[in-house]
């Protein structure tokens, strides 16, 4: 949803104005040296050498948008989650991030950390509300066949987003599977209450969005994962009080955390 909304503003800055867009992603160091060195090519910045290391290189990058010259430009580095690329102006990956009074920065992070040590504008993108939820789902379940009951849908549906709390990754990933195999809000419902060996299926089935990154194909749990394990290197004993909680209510928790 936050990359969803700074696309949509990337749209508008570049439909008003003379304006310089640029995206990278900001998951790593190699996602984001990828981004610079097709923005080195969009420019002309001439390319690494033998005799030029990786860090010289990003740095002349950084250096051509900090040029008096370049005009105005907009860089959107999406999910900087990682807190250690982005400590202060030494992280592995802040240390390449350009100023200047004619740029502008859009960072997209779900650590609040990262985004208090950017000295800039914070918004913070809440809960999916439920009408946004359904409209997601029912956009991306496509034109359906409504071969039995609407209201025996609707509640199957209304279910399904609640319990997958409004994410809206996951919506994007069970009305995948649903257009991709046929199967009614109902049924999947159905599938997805049978057990939890069921739901942990369904919920691992890998799927594609077009919207993400371009080689991202995973599953919704392995979201889940990722999210997990990225609490468990930033805040160790965070993640054993959720082990713990999961130990005492294992209830829909899957094997891998306990």
């Given at each position: 949803?936050?990359?969803?909304?700074?696309?949509?503003?990337?749209?508008?800055?570049?439909?008003?104005?003379?304006?310089?867009?640029?995206?990278v992603h900001g998951s790593g160091v190699?996602?984001?040296?990828?981004?610079?060195?097709?923005?080195?090519?969009?420019?002309?910045?001439?390319?690494?050498?033998?005799?030029?290391?990786?860090?010289?290189?990003?740095?002349?990058?950084?250096?051509?948008?900090?040029?008096?010259?370049?005009?105005?430009?907009?860089?959107?580095?999406?999910?900087?989650?990682?807190?250690?690329?982005?400590?202060?102006?030494?992280?592995?990956?802040?240390?390449?991030?350009?100023?200047?009074?004619?740029?502008?920065?859009?960072?997209?992070?779900?650590?609040?950390?990262?985004?208090?040590?950017?000295?800039?504008?914070?918004?913070?993108?809440?809960?999916?509300?439920?009408?946004?939820?359904?409209?997601?789902?029912?956009?991306?379940?496509?034109n359906w066949n409504w071969n039995g009951?609407r209201d025996e849908e609707k509640e199957?549906?209304?279910?399904?987003?609640?319990?997958?709390?409004?994410?809206?990754?996951?919506?994007?990933?069970?009305?995948?599977?649903?257009?991709?195999?046929?199967?009614?809000?109902?049924?999947?419902?159905?599938?997805?209450?049978?057990?939890?060996?069921?739901?942990?299926?369904?919920?691992?089935?890998?799927?594609?969005?077009?919207?993400?990154?371009?080689?991202?194909?995973?599953?919704?749990?392995?979201?889940?994962?990722?999210?997990?394990?990225?609490?468990?290197?930033?805040?160790?004993?965070?993640?054993?009080?959720?082990?713990?909680?999961?130990?005492?209510?294992?209830?829909?928790?899957?094997?891998?955390?306990?």
């Amino acid at each position: 949803r936050k990359t969803q909304i700074a696309l949509e503003y990337v749209y508008q800055r570049a439909s008003e104005s003379d304006c310089h867009v640029f995206w990278v992603h900001g998951s790593g160091v190699q996602k984001f040296s990828e981004g610079f060195r097709a923005i080195a090519q969009h420019v002309r910045i001439p390319p690494a050498s033998a005799e030029m290391d990786e860090e010289e290189f990003l740095l002349n990058v950084k250096r051509w948008f900090e040029g008096p010259d370049k005009g105005d430009w907009l860089l959107v580095i999406d999910n900087a989650d990682n807190e250690e690329d982005f400590i202060g102006n030494s992280g592995r990956i802040s240390k390449f991030v350009p100023q200047g009074p004619r740029g502008t920065l859009i960072f997209t992070t779900r650590s609040l950390q990262v985004a208090s040590w950017q000295v800039c504008d914070r918004i913070d993108v809440g809960k999916m509300e439920g009408d946004d939820a359904q409209e997601l789902f029912l956009k991306r379940l496509g034109n359906w066949n409504w071969n039995g009951s609407r209201d025996e849908e609707k509640e199957a549906i209304a279910m399904i987003l609640d319990f997958l709390h409004h994410i809206p990754l996951a919506i994007v990933g069970a009305a995948a599977f649903m257009t991709v195999t046929q199967t009614t809000p109902s049924t999947y419902w159905s599938i997805f209450r049978a057990s939890d060996e069921q739901a942990k299926r369904l919920l691992s089935r890998p799927f594609c969005d077009i919207q993400r990154e371009t080689d991202m194909t995973e599953s919704i749990l392995a979201t889940y994962f990722i999210t997990f394990d990225r609490i468990t290197d930033q805040m160790p004993q965070g993640a054993e009080l959720l082990r713990l909680i999961a130990f005492f209510d294992r209830q829909n928790i899957p094997e891998q955390l306990l």
